[in-house]
T-cell receptor, first 112, second 115 residues
Framework: GDSVTQMEGPVTLSEEAFLTINCTYT??????LFWYVQYPGEGLQLLLK?????DKGSNKGFEATYRKETTSFHLEKGSVQVSDSAVYFC???????????FGQGTTLQVKP | GAVVSQHPSRVICKSGTSVKIECRSL??????MFWYRQFPKQSLMLMAT?????????EQGVEKDKFLINHASLTLSTLTVTSAHPEDSSFYIC???????????FGPGTRLTVL
């Protein structure tokens, strides 16, 4: 069935380091892909999205490219800040059901 | 961006009582709202999907008589946890979507603690 797999965390980086959080998906159709971020004690916020192959979503210095050939949607940021510390969820919108399928989440800790 | 609110943000109740959580889309009409449950350090578990004016569709294993969902209007959905028990303690998050194919916008969540 449809599923989303993220790299396990926590990911601990120093400020200004390069970030990559891997995400791969399994889908029978052509899903839309999303990254959501959850700050401590809060709900999820949409970070970026891509709706078709080769689309690049970007926001707040984060970006991810929809790679159909590798079924991936890796999240990257060139220089992380302490304020980026949060849990990041990769998700896809299963076209068949209209529901979001989430990865397990990856905790990012950025140290000064 | 689209804003979804939840009320209350935090609630503590005694075992056996019922708790109602509201979810509102503030600046758009949501044809569909979703209710999720999140356990500590885990991902979101979809509980049910509700469309305005119709009965909610519950995911497998979710008791519909325990978790009552009402989607009375295009901007409001409520989740009532009936006869709450300590094992119902969790973080409940709602989301709202304008239409299929559009992204979901999430509320800030409600922390429920059942004593």
């Amino acid at each position: 069935g449809d599923s989303v797999t993220q790299m396990e965390g926590p990911v601990t980086l120093s400020e200004e380091a390069f970030l990559t959080i891997n995400c791969t998906y399994t889908a029978t159709g052509y899903p839309s892909l999303f990254w959501y971020v959850q700050y401590p004690g809060e709900g999820l916020q949409l970070l970026l999205k891509a709706t078709k192959a080769d689309d690049k979503g970007s926001n707040k210095g984060f970006e991810a490219t929809y790679r159909k050939e590798t079924t991936s949607f890796h999240l990257e940021k060139g220089s992380v800040q302490v304020s980026d510390s949060a849990v990041y969820f990769c998700a896809m919108d299963s076209g068949n059901t209209g529901k979001l399928i989430f990865g397990q989440g990856t905790t990012l800790q950025v140290k000064p | 961006g689209a804003v979804v609110s939840q009320h209350p943000s935090r609630v503590i109740c005694k075992s056996g009582t019922s708790v109602k959580i509201e979810c509102r889309s503030l600046d758009f009409q949501a044809t569909t709202m979703f209710w999720y449950r999140q356990f500590p350090k885990q991902s979101l578990m979809l509980m049910a999907t509700s469309n305005e004016g119709s009965k909610a569709t519950y995911e497998q294993g979710v008791e519909k008589d325990k978790f009552l969902i009402n989607h009375a209007s295009l901007t409001l959905s409520t989740l009532t946890v009936t006869s709450a028990h300590p094992e119902d303690s969790s973080f409940y998050i709602c989301s709202a979507r304008f239409s299929s194919g559009n992204p979901e916008f999430f509320g800030p969540g409600t922390r429920l603690t059942v004593l």
